[in-house]
């Protein structure tokens, strides 16, 4: 049986627009053994494309014009999301390991609050997607014109875990309508 995802949906708020699209996290979905060679195949093979490798952010952070996808390949980290750097209070904290996936959507503020000191993930961004920018939210935003942003980023051509028939093309086109 495919792996279904936790889904977590996020309310915009004074400091980050968030999406409404769900958040995505597919648990212990990656290939053994865990590694950045392996994790990179696998994402890549659903046309998702690796754009960096990273550790613990402890930035808060979004960006409008890019889904942003991470293949956790070592450690483990709590990440927050749904928060810009001066909100207080909200969001959800999610840990995450070895093996899992997580599939942000455009505008989704997200940061790690604790992490190993091995914690490691690939960045995979879909096919064509432009370079992310990445905005603070350490001022109020203009909520109307980020989610103008964010709504007009086209949705990915495949599921980064299962590719065109996962499950994140039906939960986000579902959460368009």
């Known amino acids: 049986m495919a792996v279904q995802p936790d889904i977590y949906y996020l309310k915009p708020n004074k400091h980050c627009p968030n999406s409404d ?11 053994l053994p865990f590694s950045e060679a392996t994790t990179t195949r696998f ?3 659903h046309a998702w494309v690796k754009k960096g490798t990273w550790g613990h952010i402890g930035t808060r952070h979004f960006h409008p014009n890019t889904h942003e996808c991470y293949g ?8 927050l ?19 899992d996936v997580i599939v942000l959507p455009a505008g ?10 091995d914690y490691r993930y690939i960045g995979v961004y879909p096919e064509g997607a432009p370079k992310w920018r ?8 203009d909520l109307a014109e980020f989610r103008r942003e964010t709504t007009a980023v086209a949705l ?6 299962h590719g065109p028939g996962g499950p994140l093309l039906t939960l986000w086109k ?3 309508m």
């Open 156 to 161: 990915p051509k495949e599921d980064p875990v």
């Open 21 to 31: 699209l769900p958040v995505l996290i597919y648990r212990d979905c990656l290939p």
């Open 43 to 45: 994402l890549e093979a």
């Open 108 to 117: 989704t503020g997200h940061c790690s609050v604790q992490s190993s000191q």
């Open 134 to 141: 990445n905005e603070l939210g350490k001022e109020a935003i």
């Open 81 to 99: 999301v749904g928060c810009g750097c001066k909100d207080v209070g909200g969001g959800e904290e999610i840990e995450v390991r070895a093996g």
């Open 72 to 79: 956790v390949f070592q450690g483990e980290s709590v990440i």
């Open 174 to 176: 579902t959460a368009q």
